[in-house]
């Protein structure tokens, strides 16, 4: 599995290549799916280390200031992918249409073995699918392919605590 870039390492994404790619890929847009669309390199003491990303077929340089360079990540970047492996392989993944019925809920359809998430906090926890929790835990969460609904089971909780904090300011004010 290809794993991210660790921001104090730049190359260390190069040293893990896929089989059969030359030494220096030009590709590296696919190494970000499934979260990153954009990438800001700053002109900062080291950003030098970071020029292969002008060599790359995939990013595109969408913006240049004395202080930053933007890049466009050409591949389509979602919340939904479908997967035939409960270890994804980023490389391979397809995107899985979904409708965003609230911010903290997402109906979905597919016939694929597993359905990958990337909740907008990046953050798995506390999202499920109809009710079941995810089989990984991390920056994206993965379920056996079902047709239904993920929600975020933690603005629930949330939900009544408004709910209690409304009550007891109207119980305030009318004087009791």
């Excluded at 870039?5 to 590296?28: I, M």
């Excluded at 906090?121 to 920056?139: C, I, Q, R, V």
Aim: charged share 20%; glycine share 6%.
């Amino acid at each position: 599995m290809l794993h991210l870039l660790p921001v104090h390492e730049p190359r260390a994404a190069l040293r893990r290549v896929p089989a059969g790619q030359e030494e220096q890929p030009t590709n590296f847009g696919e190494f970000m799916i499934p979260i990153v669309k954009y990438v800001l390199l700053t002109k900062e003491v080291d950003y030098k280390g970071y020029f292969f990303l002008f060599n790359q077929t995939d990013l595109e340089l969408i913006k240049e200031t004395g202080n930053f360079y933007i890049f466009k990540n050409k591949h389509a970047v979602s919340s939904f992918y479908q997967s035939p492996s409960p270890e994804p392989r980023f490389l391979s993944l397809s995107l899985l249409p979904y409708t965003q019925t609230s911010p903290v809920e997402f109906s979905e359809k597919t016939e694929a073995e597993y359905i990958m998430f990337v909740p907008p906090s990046l953050d798995s926890d506390y999202w499920g699918l109809e009710g079941k929790p995810s089989l990984a835990h991390g920056f994206y969460a993965l379920y056996p392919a079902r047709e239904g609904t993920i929600h975020y089971r933690r603005f629930d909780t949330y939900l009544l605590g408004y709910a209690v904090s409304l009550l007891t300011l109207m119980a305030l004010a009318s004087g009791i």
